[in-house]
């Protein structure tokens, strides 16, 4: 008699049942009237398969796979852990485990501290935020200037760098340096700008109220409507240039004076919401420790990340200040996280 083929589902759903009973597979043989070992081997089977399921660990890294990662965090200093297992083809590995393979291997930058804040800063922090409670802040045009350099700005950029080995050294050169500066604002949904100022120009007062003469002025305030430049308050930190008496003079000559140009307390960046524009070109145009070659590809750069930002993302910035405010009078006068 010729033998039997596999076992049927039917069949192998009678074992698992059986199995349930308690029955050996000698007994199941006998029921289901099939070789012995036929019954025993699907048993031993099954058993494997579901403690291979059940014991199966998580995603391990090989040797070879370390030694790949160790050689992409040396190549690529201050990325992220995820461009480094990206560069290395290395995927379906959680944030946390690869944090945990290069803390063996390497350590994070952490970005400078803001200067502590003394009594009279706190102060005038809280003053400002008890005036400006009430204001409609989707009509206030936050402005504030940013410089790009080649290699990245001091003390911000953080990431991975390899145990034993030192931070990268930026590129040195004899002529062509330093960096560009911009000058940019939001208000409501809307970003102002970019707009670069000339290189080898040196922000005063004179220099300052007429970049913004050929490029805010012209460019884009001329355009607006009567009862846009009505309401609309204009912000600017108190740098030099900005807070003189020429600035300020020639500023209210423009119908921007009195209530239309707001006060600024002193160490407040935290609660400009630009700054956090800034960071967002910054963190684009700087990925993965990127570094450029002249003032104008970087500028260009500034100018394609800023494209990129769209009107939610600024509408977000502007409606946060009313929160800000409140965190600041609930840390009273402190600084707020951003």
């Not at 063996?104 to 005036?131: F, G, I, S």
């Not at 409501?188 to 040196?202: A, C, H, M, T, W």
């Not at 946060?320 to 609930?330: E, N, P, T």
Request: hydrophobic share 35%; proline share 4%.
């Amino acid at each position: 008699m010729g033998q039997k083929k596999g076992l049927t589902g039917s069949e192998k759903s009678k074992i698992v049942r059986y199995l349930a009973e308690a029955c050996s597979s000698l007994k199941i043989a006998k029921l289901l009237k099939r070789d012995h070992r036929t019954i025993k081997r699907f048993i031993q089977n099954s058993q494997q398969g579901r403690k291979k399921r059940v014991e199966k660990p998580r995603r391990k890294i090989t040797a070879h796979e370390l030694r790949k990662v160790k050689r992409a965090a040396a190549k690529m200093p201050l990325a992220t852990s995820l461009a480094i297992f990206q560069s290395c083809n290395i995927t379906g590995v959680p944030k946390s485990t690869r944090c945990a393979i290069l803390r063996d291997m390497a350590k994070v930058r952490k970005a400078e501290r803001r200067p502590p804040l003394n009594k009279t800063h706190k102060l005038k922090r809280q003053d400002w935020a008890k005036k400006y409670l009430k204001t409609d802040f989707s009509k206030v045009l936050w402005t504030d200037e940013m410089r790009v350099s080649l290699d990245g700005p001091d003390g911000w950029a953080r990431g991975w760098i390899g145990k034993g080995q030192r931070a990268p050294v930026p590129l040195r050169r004899q002529q062509g340096g330093g960096g560009v500066l911009v000058w940019a604002g939001i208000i409501k949904d809307e970003l102002v700008g970019p707009f670069r100022v000339e290189d080898g120009v040196k922000l005063n007062s004179q220099s300052y109220c007429q970049f913004l003469e050929d490029t805010f002025f012209k460019q884009w305030y001329r355009k607006k409507s009567a009862s846009f430049k009505k309401n609309m308050i204009f912000m600017q930190d108190n740098a030099p240039s900005h807070a003189s008496k020429y600035s300020t003079a020639w500023l209210a000559r423009k119908g921007l004076k009195e209530e239309k140009l707001m006060t600024w307390p002193p160490c407040s960046p935290d609660l400009n919401p630009i700054e956090n524009l800034w960071s967002i070109i910054k963190c684009e145009i700087y990925k993965e420790g990127k570094q450029y070659t002249s003032l104008n590809s970087v500028w260009e750069a500034v100018v394609a990340a800023a494209r990129n930002v769209d009107g939610e993302q600024i509408k977000t910035l502007t409606e946060s200040m009313d929160g800000r405010l409140l965190s600041v009078l609930a840390k009273k006068g402190g600084y707020i996280g951003r």
